[in-house]
T-cell receptor, first 110, second 112 residues
Framework: GQSLEQPSEVTAVEGAIVQINCTYQ??????LSWYQQHDGGAPTFLSY????GLEETGRFSSFLSRSDSYGYLLLQELQMKDSASYFC???????????FGTGTRLQVTL | SQTIHQWPATLVQPVGSPLSLECTVE??????LYWYRQAAGRGLQLLFY??????ISSEVPQNLSASRPQDRQFILSSKKLLLSDSGFYLC???????????FGDGTRLSIL
């Protein structure tokens, strides 16, 4: 089976940096993805880590350590529009299937 | 560019009624297709996926079924809806071998 753990809620101030952690237990691991979902909306793809290390895309970065079965999403220069739920998801390669974590609700405050 | 269409956006159905949700993808060929359900405030549960026409894999035994009659069309069905079928249903596609999934806008299904 597959299981992913991430914090349920995180609160941060506008302009700050926040890190959302994800630990996983899985078989057939290919990589770790991150998705953003605003209330009432559909998830949108943010990043993918297939190899250990840091991937940077603008204000967002994602990190993976395969040996620790651990990854994180780093959001810098937080903006109010970043308030959303963030999901880590394990990519197993089979039919490009994803197993999603339960999500972290990020609230950005003034 | 590729687009995914999912309809209807909202649906209210009585218990015991049938269901048909449709999803179509444009701008790509032979996509992998997926149906997810999301309960309020929860993560996404993969229901079905398909790697080709007529090829359906079920992830969770339940009251639902899926079909892929055409390359870029994916349909989620039920013969008799249960109260527990309420939720937010999302269709998604990916390129074969790709790691990014792209989601439709979803259907919010309420069962009365």
């Amino acid at each position: 089976g597959q299981s992913l753990e991430q914090p349920s809620e995180v609160t941060a101030v506008e302009g700050a940096i926040v890190q959302i952690n994800c630990t996983y237990q899985t078989s057939g691991f290919y990589g770790l993805s991150w998705y953003q979902q605003h209330d009432g909306g559909a998830p949108t793809f943010l990043s993918y880590n297939g190899l250990d290390g840091l991937e940077e895309t603008g204000r967002f970065s994602s990190f993976l350590s395969r040996s620790d079965s651990y990854g994180y999403l780093l959001l810098q220069e937080l903006q109010m529009k970043d308030s959303a739920s963030y999901f880590c998801a394990v990519y197993t390669g089979t039919a490009s299937k994803l197993t999603f974590g339960t999500g972290t609700r990020l609230q950005v405050t003034l | 560019s590729q687009t995914i269409h999912q309809w209807p956006a909202t649906l209210v159905q009585p218990v015991g009624s049938p269901l048909s949700l449709e999803c179509t993808v444009e701008g790509t060929s032979n996509p992998n297709l997926y149906w997810y359900r999301q309960a309020a405030g929860r993560g996404l549960q993969l229901l079905f996926y398909s790697v080709g026409i007529g090829q359906i894999s079920s992830e969770v035994p339940q009251n639902l079924s899926a079909s892929r009659p055409q390359d870029r069309q994916f349909i989620l069905s039920s013969k008799k809806l249960l109260l527990s079928d309420s939720g937010f249903y999302l269709c998604a596609w990916s390129k074969p071998g790709g790691w990014a999934q792209h989601f439709g806008d979803g259907t919010r299904l309420s069962i009365l």
